[in-house]
């Protein structure tokens, strides 16, 4: 199986700031790689797929960049909304894996 | 718009089984994949399985670990997946999501989700 391991696992940040999640994978996984944002008692919510196409919908402050087995999530500008945990998944191959979260907090 | 709703959740004794059903609407159903996660309470994300669309000849794919003990199926004629989860154990406690699948050359991602139903295993 592929392992997906993010970092850091807790990041605090202010409104305003540029924040960075990192998420590598045990093997290349090409650009088959998804960001999502979950806030608490809610579903996942699919931000980014093939590591840089923005999903329909999703503010543009959100990036993701990378390829092979390193990548990023870059949100340029914190909004109150943002503070949530995020996940990188990939799909390269089955099982379908994931990050372990990263917990976005004020 | 596209909706999912996950039902036939509860509380369950260890080793007996369960049937999850996920309702879906605003999209033509028969064309995509369905999927199954669940997350323990405070814990990350984990993919139980997949079956892929029509086109796709609606074939299942698992994690190793429920490999043999959960299967996912789907109704076309109703737009509804399920999943059946059998032995149940106290480690099946979480809340369980369904979610469509968009196709990559091999494997899937996932942009629509429902709101979840919590499984709760214990005697």
């Known amino acids: 199986d592929i392992q997906m391991t993010q970092s850091p696992s807790t990041l605090s940040a202010s409104v305003g700031d540029r924040v960075t999640i990192t998420c590598r994978a045990s093997q290349s996984i090409s650009s088959w790689l998804a960001w999502y944002q979950q806030k608490p008692g809610k579903a996942p919510n699919l931000l980014i797929y093939q590591a840089s196409t923005l999903e329909s919908g999703v503010p543009s402050r959100f990036s993701g960049s990378g390829s092979g087995t390193e990548f990023t999530l870059t949100i340029s500008s914190l909004q109150p909304d943002d503070f949530a945990t995020y996940y990188c998944?990939?799909?390269?191959?089955?099982?379908?894996?994931f990050g372990q979260g990263t917990k976005l907090e004020i | 718009e596209v909706q999912l709703v996950e039902s036939g959740g509860g509380l369950e004794q260890p080793g007996r089984s369960l049937i999850l059903s996920c309702t879906t609407s605003g999209f033509t159903f028969v064309n995509y994949a369905m999927s199954w996660f669940r997350q323990a309470p405070g814990k990350g994300l984990e993919w139980v399985g997949l079956?892929?669309?029509?086109?796709?000849?609606?074939?299942?794919e698992y994690a190793a670990s429920m490999k043999g003990r959960f299967t996912i199926s789907r109704d076309d004629s109703k737009d509804i997946a399920y999943l059946q989860m059998n032995s149940l154990n106290t480690e099946d406690t979480a809340l369980y999501y369904c979610?469509?699948?968009?196709?990559?050359?091999?494997?899937?991602?996932?942009?629509?989700w429902g709101q979840g139903t919590l499984v709760t295993v214990s005697s």
């Open positions: 979610c469509r699948g968009r196709p990559a050359i091999i494997s899937y991602y996932f942009d629509y």
């Open positions: 998944q990939q799909y390269d191959s089955f099982p379908c894996t």
């Open positions: 079956i892929r669309g029509k086109t796709y000849g609606e074939t299942t």
